[in-house]
């Protein structure tokens, strides 16, 4: 599988390749530093297109002329900066946008899946797995963050002085996560999110979301690499 992956940060490229392709070997990655270094290189076709986002306007133009070029890519944006996540319309030429901490862990599970689906569901259970997986791919930023305070038995109250937001906030979360995931419970929320991460989290990703919230020194690597954009 061919992918480009546009990013200034040389550092940002080579964390998240280099621990996806340990993952999936499969995986063969093509850097360019700029979208325009992209048009004026000849490439493969790529199934795949990966864009670190930054306040360039000019974006979305250059995706829907890749779009236009190639209708079957999958065009994935990532954004460590909530000033330069798309808005509105700006949304329509991607079809995943991942942010912050959730980078690395929905493309791990982004591409589990993509390699799952290529053998048939051998029981009722890896079909779950999968409708959960990509339920859970779709999920915005706040409400996978929120689906894994819950998998570790967090409280609302517990939720809510986590994330720095009401209780009565993360209860609307609660409830729009049941909705988005087509589950009935909190107990099952929990349930899901251990059936997603079962076999598709690996512990050498590059972004650690969940380690802020365990003890001991250890800080997500996405923080350092924020730093370097």
Not at 150 to 163: E, G, V, W
Not at 215 to 221: H, I, N, T
Request: aromatic content about 10%; proline content about 5%.
């Amino acid at each position: 599988m061919q992918i480009a992956f546009i990013s200034q940060c040389i550092t940002f490229y080579n964390t998240l390749s280099s621990s996806l392709n340990q993952v999936y070997p499969d995986l063969s990655f093509f850097h360019f530093r700029t979208p325009e270094m992209y048009q004026e290189k000849r490439q493969p076709t790529f199934s795949h297109l990966i864009i670190k986002l930054n306040n360039d306007k000019k974006n979305k133009k250059f995706l829907s002329i890749v779009k236009a070029q190639n209708p079957d890519i999958v065009i994935i944006g990532l954004t460590t900066d909530e000033n330069v996540k798309p808005r509105g319309s700006e949304k329509t030429v991607f079809n995943y946008l991942f942010t912050d901490m959730e980078i690395s862990e929905k493309l791990n599970v982004f591409f589990h899946n993509h390699f799952k689906k290529a053998s048939s569901f051998e029981n009722p259970e890896a079909l779950e797995i999968e409708i959960l997986n990509q339920k859970y791919i779709g999920l915005p930023s706040i409400l996978a963050e929120c689906l894994y305070l819950i998998s570790i038995d967090k409280t609302a109250p517990q939720i809510a002085s986590d994330l720095n937001k009401s209780t009565r906030t993360i209860e609307g979360y609660i409830i729009e996560l049941r909705k988005k995931m087509g589950i009935n419970s909190k107990e099952e929320l929990a349930a899901a999110y251990s059936k997603i991460f079962r076999d598709a989290t690996k512990p050498n990703l590059a972004f650690k979301k969940v380690s802020k919230y365990l003890p001991g020194p250890e800080k997500p690597v996405y923080k350092s690499l924020a730093k370097s954009l």
